[in-house]
C-alpha cells in the first residue's frame, strides 16, 4: 500500500512540473508577443513624431513675409505692388501654390499666380527708368497676381517654375481696379489680406489708403 501511495505522489509531483513549464513557457510566448507589439507600436511612434516635428518646424518657422507694399495711384489706386520673401529657416516657397487673399470691407478677392500669361512674369526690374510699375498689371484679373523678380541669386524664381527661397525678394503686383469693384482704392480705405504659401506661416498685408492722393506712388506700409 505504501508503495502505491509512494508512487501516486511521484506521478503528482511530475504533473505539476509539466503544468509549471507549460505555464512558463505560455509566459514567455505572451511576453515575447506583448514586446514585438510593444517594439513596432514605438517604432511607428517615433515614426509619426519625427514626421509631426518637421511639419511643426515647417509651420513655424517657415513661411512668406511681406515687408514693403507700394501702391500706384491714376484716379485712385489702381495697382499695389507687395513686395515678399521667404522667412528665415523657411523651406522653399512655390508660388504657383500660393494664394492671395484681399479684401476691403467691400470686396473680397482670391488670386493665384497664372503663367500661361508672359506678362505676368517678369524675371527682373526695368532699369531704363527704373519704375516698377512698368509692370504690366492692366492684364491681371481680379484672380491673378504678377510676379516680378527683384532679387534672384540661384535663378530659383522662373516664369513656370517660380520658387522662392532664402535671399530672394519678388514683387506680387495686384490690378486694383479689377481686385476692387473696377475703381480702384478709393481714400481712407482699410485693407486687409494673407499671402498663404503651400507650407508655413502666412504673409499679413494690412494697411489704410491716404485721405488724399497728390502723388503717384504711395509707400503704404
Known amino acids: 500500500m505504501r508503495n502505491i501511495f509512494r508512487n501516486l505522489k511521484k506521478k503528482d509531483v511530475g504533473s505539476i512540473g509539466i503544468g509549471a ?34 511639419e511643426t518646424t515647417e509651420e513655424v518657422a517657415g513661411g512668406i513675409a511681406v515687408f514693403d507694399i507700394e501702391g500706384h495711384v491714376t484716379t485712385d489706386i489702381d495697382a ?23 479684401t476691403d470691407g467691400t470686396f473680397k478677392s482670391l488670386l493665384t499666380y497664372d503663367f500661361t500669361t508672359a506678362t505676368h512674369f517678369n524675371s527682373s526690374v526695368d532699369t531704363s527708368d527704373g519704375d516698377v510699375f512698368g ?34 525678394k519678388v514683387m506680387l503686383f495686384i490690378n486694383g481696379i479689377a481686385t476692387f469693384g473696377g475703381t480702384g482704392l478709393t ?15 502666412p504673409g499679413v498685408i494690412a494697411f489704410r489708403t491716404p485721405a488724399s492722393y497728390f502723388d503717384t506712388v504711395y509707400d503704404l506700409q
Do not use: C
Open 21 to 54: 513549464m507549460i505555464v512558463f513557457i505560455a509566459m514567455v510566448l505572451v511576453a515575447g508577443i506583448a514586446a514585438s507589439v510593444l517594439i513596432q507600436t514605438s517604432t511607428t511612434l517615433e515614426s509619426q513624431a519625427m514626421a509631426t516635428g518637421r
Open 80 to 102: 499695389l505692388a507687395v513686395t515678399v520673401r521667404a522667412r528665415a529657416g523657411s523651406p522653399d516657397i512655390d508660388l504657383n501654390e500660393t494664394i492671395v487673399l484681399l
Open 135 to 168: 509692370f504690366d498689371y492692366g492684364t491681371l484679373t481680379n484672380e491673378q497676381f504678377g510676379i516680378l523678380v527683384l532679387e534672384d541669386a540661384d535663378n530659383s524664381v522662373k516664369r513656370y517654375t517660380p520658387v522662392l527661397n532664402t535671399g530672394d
Open 187 to 201: 481714400e481712407r480705405k482699410d485693407v486687409n489680406g494673407w499671402i498663404y504659401p503651400e507650407h508655413g506661416s
